[in-house]
T-cell receptor
Framework: AAGVIQSPRHLIKEKRETATLKCYPIPRHDTVYWYQQGPGQDPQFLISFYEKMQSDKGSIPDRFSAQQFSDYHSELNMSSLELGDSALYFC?????????????FGPGTRLLVL | QKEVEQDPGPLSVPEGAIVSLNCTYSNSAFQYFMWYRQYSRKGPELLMYTYSSGNKEDGRFTAQVDKSSKYISLFIRDSQPSDSATYLCAMSGLTGGGNKLTFGTGTQLKVEL
């Protein structure tokens, strides 16, 4: 079965640079979630989108922005990167609809900020 | 204090043992309870999903929810070395716009031969 696809899988950036992470949800899933997982920590919710509209917002820094496109893929844009942004970034998808169904996670993008 | 508390372990058991993993939570709004398994450097993999109180069984896995005590458990029977991973409990409620998950810190499990 098709899973959530994330790209790139690994990314190395320097402080103050910009990074863009991409997420392609499972076919027919219309809700996308972004989570950040620091070393040895649990995933923390950043932001979610349903039908291309932001549906919820968590502890996402103002330096980060995200959107969902017409094909339901989503991009997380991170600017003015800081050392503390080094983490695993997961995308999850669910749907169709806002039914209370489970989220399926992608393999993650490992971001290292030097 | 975190909304969801989970013993981080590590928990080491012999092959074939019954494993019990637990989480407690403080937010009464949580209605949906999930268990994810995460191997090192991989994405969380959904294991079990339950709604409200009760038990749910799937093969060697049994999920148990006690909403009155705000306590959930995952039991693994006949544990295998391939079960060695970090187990994360996760919860969500009716937020009115998507179901963000709140995770426990994860319990690291090692099943030894």
């Amino acid at each position: 079965a098709a899973g959530v696809i994330q790209s790139p899988r690994h990314l190395i950036k320097e402080k103050r640079e910009t990074a863009t992470l991409k997420c392609y949800p499972i076919p027919r899933h219309d809700t996308v979630y972004w989570y950040q997982q620091g070393p040895g920590q649990d995933p923390q919710f950043l932001i979610s989108f349903y039908e291309k509209m932001q549906s919820d917002k968590g502890s996402i820094p103002d330096r980060f922005s995200a959107q969902q496109f017409s094909d339901y893929h989503s991009e997380l844009n991170m600017s003015s990167l800081e050392l503390g942004d080094s983490a695993l970034y997961f995308c999850a998808s669910s749907g169709p609809g806002l039914a209370l169904e489970t989220q399926y996670f992608g393999p993650g993008t490992r971001l290292l900020v030097l | 204090q975190k909304e969801v508390e989970q013993d981080p372990g590590p928990l080491s058991v012999p092959e074939g043992a019954i494993v019990s993993l637990n989480c407690t939570y403080s937010n009464s709004a949580f209605q949906y309870f999930m268990w994810y398994r995460q191997y090192s450097r991989k994405g969380p993999e959904l294991l079990m999903y339950t709604y409200s109180s009760g038990n749910k069984e799937d093969g060697r896995f049994t999920a148990q929810v006690d909403k009155s005590s705000k306590y959930i458990s995952l039991f693994i029977r006949d544990s295998q070395p391939s079960d060695s991973a970090t187990y994360l409990c996760a919860m969500s409620g009716l937020t009115g716009g998507g179901n963000k998950l709140t995770f426990g810190t994860g319990t690291q499990l090692k099943v030894e031969l």
